[in-house]
């Protein structure tokens, strides 16, 4: 019902910027919150950054001052803006979107696919 994709990922040396997307589409009544995770080989999954459908931030302290999450409500889209980036930002990052679809009468969670960030220093 949900479709969330994703894009912006590539290969970039240290100290560069890379945009993340992720937009969502289908049967979608609202969007929620939208946030932002990264994994990276041997380790959890873990929290980047979120933002509410009113525009309220959070960032991990790891990626503070570097990172900057924003959506466009209008085209049902998260971005994250990378600079600064470091080597021990290489992860698969996903997006993640807290919908009610027009069917449901509660919100679900939905998860992208995926984009592999890799910074060589």
């Known amino acids: 019902q949900v479709q969330l994709m994703e894009s912006g990922g590539g290969l970039v040396q240290a100290g560069g910027s890379l945009r993340l997307s992720c937009a969502a589409s289908?049967?979608?009544?609202?969007?929620?919150?939208m946030r932002w995770y990264r994994q990276a080989p041997g380790k959890q999954r873990e929290l980047v950054a979120s933002?509410?459908?009113?525009?309220?931030?959070n960032y991990a302290d790891s990626v503070k001052g570097r990172f900057t999450i924003s959506r466009d409500n209008a085209k049902n889209t998260v971005y994250l803006q990378m600079n600064s980036l470091k080597p021990e930002d290489t992860a698969v990052y996903y997006c993640?979107?807290?919908?009610?679809?027009?069917?449901?009468?509660?919100?679900?969670?939905?998860w992208g696919q995926g984009t592999q960030v890799t910074v060589s220093s």
């Open positions: 933002i509410t459908r009113f525009g309220s931030t």
């Open positions: 289908g049967s979608i009544f609202s969007i929620y919150d």
């Open positions: 993640k979107v807290a919908v009610r679809t027009t069917t449901a009468t509660r919100v679900y969670d939905y």
